[in-house]
């Protein structure tokens, strides 16, 4: 009873690990073929073809009635290196995806959303530095225009004032009933030449200011395209770097089980290793121990349940060599019955030839006897 419950612990052992070890590497073999039906008729069939070969390579290593070929043996061996290579290396993958970095994606994720917070109120900072200078440098030109304005105003309208006040006085100086004389159409043509000069002055100065802002416009306008550009071209940059980084050794993205080990480790050996290195190393470890716990379950198995499979198998022997020799029994009785027949065939014939040569012989000397009567 103890026996049946320690092979039945071992077989169900072997099985958990034999499932295990079929999964990763169907999901393994999946990833690479892209079609789960292919990746688990592939994976089955390798791990099927692993089980049996443990059992029959056993089987056929111990039993000694026929010669188990060096060269089938080696063949064997080498398929079935390459089998546990093959689920030790579908066990590492799984596990390293699992184990270096899972956070990767998030991770990223979060920096690019971050990449993307920071571009954002970089080039709303620009943008209100923007407005500001074009702000103060509105407010500083206009407060040129206002000065250039006064300006002309106190150089002109003074002028103008006095030449309109005479002008005006000029006129109570009347001769002959006409005060537009000489010294009025004087005061006039100085009046409007200085009304004229006030108002090209007046149009010279709206010109240079409105060059001015526009030349304004433009450098702040080009100031603010260099600014943006190169914001855009800082987060372009960071983003790809983004994309395309590794997050080696960034906590963040690492597994914290498998980084508190490392520290451990650290702590220990007072030499810190990656933790991809931990990754690999454990991962091999892990895959190792279940392929060989595999081997181990089926190789007890087999040998414990060896002389039961040989006694079947010599039971399978004798039964095919007493049928054998049955077989030959009656093939040997049917051809001495077949010989039997054919020798009764014979002696039945020379008897019945026997018999007609009698019974013509009489019937020839009947009728021998009455031809001689006859003759008489």
């Given at each position: ?88 290396a579908c066990s590492v993958m799984f596990l390293a995806e ?278 008489s």
């Amino acid at each position: 009873m103890f026996h049946k419950i320690t092979w039945s612990s071992q077989l169900l052992a072997g099985l958990t690990l034999f499932g295990v070890s079929f999964a990763l590497e169907a999901l393994v073999l999946t990833a690479y073929f892209g079609s789960p039906l292919l990746g688990f008729a592939v994976a089955g069939g390798l791990e099927a073809s692993k089980v049996l070969a443990i059992v029959l390579y056993r089987v056929l290593r111990e039993q000694t009635e026929s010669e188990y070929p060096l060269s089938v043996r080696g063949a064997a061996l080498l398929f079935r290196t390459a089998l546990f290579a093959l689920s030790a290396a579908c066990s590492v993958m799984f596990l390293a995806e699992q184990l270096d970095r899972p956070n990767l994606a998030a991770v990223r994720a979060a920096d690019l959303a971050r990449a993307g917070q920071d571009f954002d109120q970089d080039l709303a900072l620009a943008l209100d530095t923007h407005h500001q200078r074009r702000e103060q440098a509105s407010a500083r030109l206009s407060e040129q225009t206002e000065r250039r304005r006064q300006a002309l105003h106190t150089r002109y309208r003074p002028v103008i004032d006095d030449l309109a006040a005479r002008l005006e006085s000029e006129m109570d100086h009347v001769v002959n009933g006409i005060f537009k004389g000489p010294r009025y159409r004087e005061l006039q043509d100085q009046l409007q030449s200085e009304k004229d000069a006030y108002r090209h002055e007046l149009t010279r100065l709206d010109a240079d200011i409105d060059g001015q802002r526009r030349a304004l416009e433009q450098g702040l306008q080009a100031d603010r395209d260099v600014a943006v550009s190169r914001i855009a071209q800082a987060r372009d940059t960071r983003l790809a770097a983004l994309r395309t980084a590794t997050y080696a050794g960034d906590y963040r993205a690492e597994h914290p089980v498998a980084r508190a080990f490392v520290s451990v480790l650290e702590a220990v050996f007072e030499r810190r290793p990656s933790t991809l290195q931990f990754v690999f190393y454990f991962s091999l470890f892990l895959s190792l121990t279940m392929e060989l716990g595999i081997m181990v379950a089926f190789e007890h198995i087999t040998l414990a349940r060896l002389p039961l499979f040989a006694a079947e198998h010599q039971l399978g022997v004798d039964l095919r060599r007493q049928e054998a020799r049955t077989d030959a029994e009656l093939k040997r009785f049917k051809l001495d019955d077949e010989l039997a027949r054919a020798k009764v065939k014979r002696k039945r014939a020379s008897i019945e030839e026997a018999l007609r040569g009698e019974n013509d012989g009489k019937r020839g000397a009947h009728d021998t006897g009455p031809r001689c009567a006859q003759t008489s």
